[in-house]
Structures are given as C-alpha cells and as structure tokens.
C-alpha cells in the first residue's frame, strides 16, 4: 500500500515537472522598432577666396569678413542639427610647376545661423585648422566664410594661381 501510494504521488510529481502547472497558458507582447532618417545636409561654395593682384615679395591677407573676396561656403540641413565642419586647406596656390605659398590663422574663418549680422558681423569665429561642431540655426541655415594670407617671394613667377579650399561637414547625431 505505501509503495502503491509513493508511485502515485511520484506519478503526479513527474506530471508537474514535465507538463508545469499550467502548460497551457503562454502570453506575448509586440512593439515596433522605429527610426527617423534625417534630410540629407548640402553644401554649396558660394564665393571663392580671392587674393586678387599680388606683389612679389609683399604678402597679402582676406579676411573673412571682406565681402567679395572672402570665400563662402553655405550650408542646408536640419534645424538646430549638430554638424561638424573640416576645411582641408592648401599649402600653396600653384601656377603650373609654381608655388605660391598661403596661410590661415585660428581666427581667418567665420560663421553665421541666422544669430548674428551675417558676414560683417557673424555669430563666431572658427578655426579652419581644426575641425569645429556647430548647430544649424532655426532656418535650416548656415554660412561660413574664410579669409587667408599668401606670401611671395620677392621673384615669385607670374601666373594665375589656384588651389582648392574643401569644406566637409556631416550630421553628428547629437
């Protein structure tokens, strides 16, 4: 009788561990896995940097602020974005196989979201030796302007000289 009332209850026992207490009941949940792609940022060189006529032997700066000559760059993307800005400068200006050698200062470029008095009197300066984070402004906007300086020699070789000046930016997700 104990042996029959222990394989009973052993019985009942292996039927809870294989089939649970409720094997029947089982319950699940949904969500939805969601991302907004942000419009696409563009840019466009509005105005090259323009040294205009040079001297040998004298040097001769833009600044920034000079409408006209400065260069400009202007910007498009998403309100108050956080975006970053890298110029990729030259060393010189070249005419065929000669060299005209440039420089740009911490200070010789700007930058203007709508804050500020536009080029004149813009909203910061930048360093275009560096790569620099900003926000778009409330319009969707941003310009950027940048001065220089280039040097001749005293027997620099006439010529038309030319280099580029690159600007890339990109959304940081922040």
Not at 21 to 47: K, M, R
Not at 101 to 128: C, E, K, M, R, Y
Request: charged share 10%; no cysteine.
């Amino acid at each position: 009788m104990i042996a029959k009332g222990l394989r009973t209850i052993l019985v009942a026992l292996v039927g809870l561990v294989v089939f649970g207490p409720d094997s029947g009941a089982q319950e699940s949940a949904t969500i939805q896995a969601v991302a907004t792609v942000v419009s696409t940022l563009s840019i466009t060189g509005s105005s090259n940097l323009d040294f205009g006529v040079v001297t040998p032997g004298v040097n001769k700066s833009v600044d920034k602020a000079d409408v006209g000559p400065a260069g400009e760059f202007s910007i498009s993307g998403i309100t108050n974005a956080e975006i970053t800005l890298d110029f990729t400068l030259p060393a010189n200006l070249t005419s065929g196989v000669a060299n005209l050698t440039t420089s740009f200062s911490s200070s010789d470029a700007s930058w203007d979201d709508g804050t500020g008095g536009g080029q004149t009197a813009p909203a910061g300066v930048i360093n275009p030796n560096i790569m620099n984070t900003l926000r778009i402004g409330a319009g969707g906007e941003l310009t950027a302007w940048i001065g220089g300086r280039v040097s001749p020699t005293i027997s620099q070789t006439g010529g038309n000289y030319t280099g580029n000046i690159t600007l890339t930016i990109a959304y940081t997700g922040g």
